[in-house]
Every structure is written in C-alpha cells, then in structure tokens.
C-alpha cells in the first residue's frame, strides 16, 4: 500500500504542477489544450497537488 501511495503522490503532484502551469498560462503546452490561461484549472491543479502531498504524507507514516 505504501508503493501504490508513493506512486500515486507522485503522479498527482506532476500532473497538478502542470495543471497550474498550463492554468496560469506558463506552459503553453499542448497548443491545442482547453486548459490554456484558464485560473480554474490552475485551482483545480493545486488542489491536485494538496492530495498528492497528502498521498505521500500518508506513505511516509506508513512506511516507519
């Protein structure tokens, strides 16, 4: 369970940080993404990233 926490904690952390970067229009990747300069996807992906440090967090106690 610990792995699958780590994995996902990663991933979600990641996939936030883009999220953010695409929301607040630093990553203007891919062109043809409907995320572009949109603050609510920028939202949506800090809140990603919160459960992703959460999924780590937990892993971590988990793992001593």
Same mark, same amino acid.
Not at 21 to 33: E, K
């Given at each position: 369970?610990?792995?699958?926490?780590?994995?996902?904690?990663?991933? @979600?952390?990641?996939?936030? =940080? /883009?999220?953010?970067?695409?929301? $607040?229009? *630093?990553?203007?990747?891919?062109?043809?993404?409907?995320?572009?300069?949109?603050?609510?996807? @920028?939202?949506?992906?800090? =809140? /990603?990233?919160?459960?992703?440090? $959460?999924? *780590?967090?937990?892993?971590?106690?988990?793992?001593?």
């Amino acid at each position: 369970m610990t792995t699958i926490l780590r994995i996902f904690g990663i991933a @979600a952390l990641l996939m936030g =940080g /883009l999220w953010v970067g695409q929301g $607040l229009g *630093l990553i203007m990747w891919p062109s043809s993404s409907f995320m572009l300069a949109q603050t609510q996807w @920028a939202y949506i992906g800090a =809140g /990603l990233m919160l459960i992703g440090v $959460l999924a *780590l967090w937990r892993a971590g106690k988990r793992g001593r």
